[in-house]
């Protein structure tokens, strides 16, 4: 068998359709979703997701503000921007591009956010309503993996989801998620011995370490829906995930491309995050 393929890019370009829709009817009624992007420094790859970030805002009507500040800015400096942005009334949510530089607190900044505005859903109040399954933003790469699975029709409940990795953007609330939605879930990470043991018993895998090619045809079960969370540069300078796509590809049911698979939706989660903030200022006003 050949798996089918999970294209998060046809699946994005739906949503965004949904959403411009939305954001339409939401302007009729006098709200006009803002996101701000704060970028320090001039980190390649970080250019290059926020350009695709204010593209996608574009895209749908959201508006966006795009803040650049030198790898120089101060921890303190940037702190009073993030607050200055809480108090602004066009923004609905917040978003500061990591990796920062050395001499700023990621946890700081995350927590500086206002936990309303915080369209990551890394703030400790997002993720402390994700674990009691309240309504909160849901971090935007394990929503966009859910999306995938429902554009698929792959039923949750009851699956066992197996995931590769525990960092606290990815592992970790994919984990607690999957366990909102009634599956059974076995985390494993750099101390699990024995990975294959785990990883073969997957009906659905999640794989998100950063390490090129550790999962093969012989650590995934028949017919299994596998998701590649991972983005590595191989020998070759060619992106590639964290599994072996080619030989992997003839054993799962269904796996996601890299790059094309789960990239694509964790940028328009982050559009739905928006659009949610706004909606719950509004609210919130009456």
Aim: with cysteine; charged share 25%.
């Amino acid at each position: 068998m050949t798996a089918q393929l999970i294209s998060g890019k046809a699946v994005a370009k739906t949503k965004k359709e949904e959403m411009k829709a939305v954001v339409e009817n939401l302007k009729e009624q006098g709200i006009h979703p803002g996101l701000a992007v704060i970028l320090v420094g001039e980190n390649p790859a970080s250019m290059s997701y926020v350009k695709g970030k204010i593209k996608d805002c574009g895209e749908v009507g959201i508006h966006s503000e795009l803040i650049r500040f030198p790898d120089t800015i101060s921890e303190s400096e940037l702190l009073q921007a993030i607050r200055k942005l809480n108090e602004a009334n066009a923004i609905h949510g917040i978003l500061v591009q990591l990796p920062l530089p050395d001499h700023i607190s990621d946890r700081k900044v995350i927590e500086t956010i206002a936990p309303e505005k915080d369209v990551d859903g890394f703030h400790p109040i997002s993720l402390g309503k994700m674990m009691t399954n309240q309504e909160t933003f849901v971090p935007c790469t394990p929503a966009g993996i859910v999306e995938m699975l429902k554009a698929i029709g792959c039923p949750v409940a009851g699956k066992h989801v197996v995931i590769v990795g525990r960092s606290n953007i990815v592992g970790k609330p994919a984990g607690q998620l999957f366990l909102n939605l009634d599956a059974t879930v076995t985390t494993c990470h750099s101390k699990t011995k024995n990975l294959s043991q785990y990883t073969k018993q997957a009906d659905i895998l999640v794989v998100a370490v950063g390490r090129a090619g550790l999962i093969g045809a012989e650590d995934v079960k028949e017919g299994a829906v596998v998701i590649d969370v991972g983005m590595n540069r191989n020998d070759q300078g060619k992106l590639v995930g964290d599994v072996k796509f080619d030989e992997v590809k003839e054993k799962a049911g269904f796996i996601t491309p890299v790059p094309g698979g789960v990239g694509p939706m964790t940028r328009t989660m982050l559009l739905e995050n928006t659009i949610k903030a706004a909606k719950w200022l509004k609210q919130n006003e009456r």
